[in-house]
C-alpha cells in the first residue's frame, strides 16, 4: 500500500461524521488544535512530484500565513504543522525551495523548482480530519504553460473523477491511481494543467460530491493546491 492510500485511510476513518454534499459537516470531530488557541491546527505535507514511491520532503518552502508572516518548513518529510486564521478558507502563498532537497537526486545540477503555488486551507475539510498534501515538480519534470493555472487535488478517501467547470478550459488532466502519474482525472492524486485563469476562480466538481469541493481561486503562474474528502 502506498503512503497516499495509507493516509488517506486513516482520514476516511476520521470522517466518520462527514455530510454529503461539497462542503458541509454533519458533527466536527474533537480535533487536536494544539498549541493554536482560537486559530485553526492546520497540518499536512508538501513533497516533491514523484513522492508515492518515495516520499521525498520539501524542507526550505515557505508558507504565507494570512495576516501572520511566513512558516518555513523544516522537517526532511515535508511535515507541515503550523497555525492559520480560523476562517472559511485560508489562502497560504507557497514558494518552493531554493535547493534541492537531499532525497530528490537528479543528473542536472542546475534543477530547480520554479512553479509557486496557493494552498487552499478549508476549514470544514480540516474539522473533518483531512490533512492538506501538495506537491510541486522540479523545472522539466511537467510541461505547463507559465500563463496559465495550474490546479492539484489531493483526494482523501475513495478516487473519484475531478473536473473543473466548462468555461475554464485546460490541458490534459493527469492523476495517480497507484504509485505513478497517467493520464486520467480519477486517483488520489489529481494535475489539472493549463486552466485558463479568467475570472480568478473555477468550480471543482467531484464525483459523487466532497467536502472541499466547490469554488476555487486561479492565478496565472501558480499552482493552486488543495484537499478534499470524498465519501
Given at each position: 500500500?502506498?503512503?497516499?492510500?495509507?493516509?488517506?485511510?486513516?482520514?476516511?476513518?476520521?470522517?466518520?461524521?462527514?455530510?454529503?454534499?461539497?462542503?458541509?459537516?454533519?458533527?466536527?470531530?474533537?480535533?487536536?488544535?494544539?498549541?493554536?488557541?482560537?486559530?485553526?491546527?492546520?497540518?499536512?505535507?508538501?513533497?516533491?512530484?514523484?513522492?508515492?514511491?518515495?516520499?521525498?520532503?520539501?524542507?526550505?518552502?515557505?508558507?504565507?500565513?494570512?495576516?501572520?508572516?511566513?512558516q518555513r518548513l523544516v522537517a526532511p518529510n515535508g511535515r507541515i504543522d503550523f497555525c492559520i486564521p480560523d476562517q472559511a478558507t485560508s489562502l497560504l502563498d507557497i514558494t518552493p525551495p531554493s535547493t534541492l532537497p537531499g532525497c530528490k537526486v537528479v543528473s542536472d545540477p542546475q534543477a530547480k523548482y520554479s512553479l509557486p503555488g496557493i494552498a487552499v486551507a478549508n476549514k470544514a475539510v480540516i474539522l473533518a480530519g483531512g490533512s492538506w498534501s501538495g506537491r510541486t515538480f522540479i523545472d522539466g519534470r511537467e510541461t505547463y504553460d507559465a500563463a496559465k493555472a495550474q490546479v492539484y487535488v489531493h483526494i482523501v478517501g475513495p478516487a473519484r473523477a475531478v473536473s473543473l467547470d466548462a468555461s475554464h478550459a485546460h490541458g490534459a488532466t493527469q492523476a495517480v491511481a497507484a504509485s505513478t502519474w497517467a493520464p486520467g482525472d480519477t486517483g488520489h492524486e489529481v494535475f489539472i494543467p493549463d486552466v485558463d485563469p479568467a475570472g480568478g476562480s473555477a468550480t471543482l466538481s467531484i464525483a459523487g460530491g466532497a467536502i472541499g469541493a466547490g469554488s476555487i481561486p486561479l492565478t496565472a503562474g501558480k499552482m493552486t493546491t488543495l484537499t478534499v474528502i470524498t465519501h
Open positions: 500500500m502506498n503512503r497516499a492510500t495509507t493516509v488517506s485511510l486513516l482520514m476516511v476513518a476520521g470522517c466518520s461524521g462527514c455530510g454529503g454534499g461539497s462542503g458541509s459537516v454533519d458533527a466536527a470531530p474533537d480535533i487536536d488544535n494544539g498549541t493554536c488557541g482560537t486559530m485553526l491546527r492546520f497540518t499536512g505535507d508538501y513533497l516533491d512530484w514523484d513522492s508515492d514511491t518515495t516520499f521525498c520532503g520539501m524542507p526550505g518552502t515557505e508558507f504565507a500565513i494570512p495576516g501572520g508572516g511566513t
